[in-house]
């Protein structure tokens, strides 16, 4: 399975913003989906994650609040819309699957990783 992810670029703080992750060459639909990004010199951080039939969802602490996830299995493709961003979320984003019904905050658990999309948020 190959993932392709999108939507970042450069943003102004307190906009919305949406990345999509785009899903080819293998199975999506029976697969949970996680979000995660890594900052310069960070780890990666677990943002959400959604089941593979929609359900559950869970977000991590950064974005509580201010994320949604959600999943078009006939597009094969998964997004994360993030509002009112600021600079503290500046980083590259990943999307990944998990060959299991429900996702985990771990970025272990996952299978399958996408190139990754540059958000940059400026003051």
């Known amino acids: 399975v190959q993932l392709q992810a999108s939507g970042g670029g450069s943003v102004q703080t307190g906009d919305s913003l949406k990345l999509s992750c785009t899903a080819s060459?293998?199975?999506?639909?029976?697969?949970?989906l996680g979000w995660f990004r890594q900052s310069p010199g960070g780890e990666r951080v677990f943002l959400a994650y959604?089941?593979?039939?929609?359900?559950?969802?869970y977000y991590g602490r950064s974005v509580r609040g201010r994320a949604r996830i959600s999943r078009d299995t006939a597009k094969k493709t998964a997004y994360l819309q993030l509002d009112g961003v600021n600079p503290e979320d500046t980083a590259i984003y990943y999307c990944a699957l998990r060959s299991y019904w429900s996702g985990s905050n771990d970025s272990r658990q996952y299978d399958y990783w996408g190139q990754g999309t540059q958000v940059t948020v400026s003051s």
């Open positions: 959604i089941g593979s039939i929609g359900i559950p969802t």
């Open positions: 060459g293998g199975a999506f639909n029976n697969q949970a």
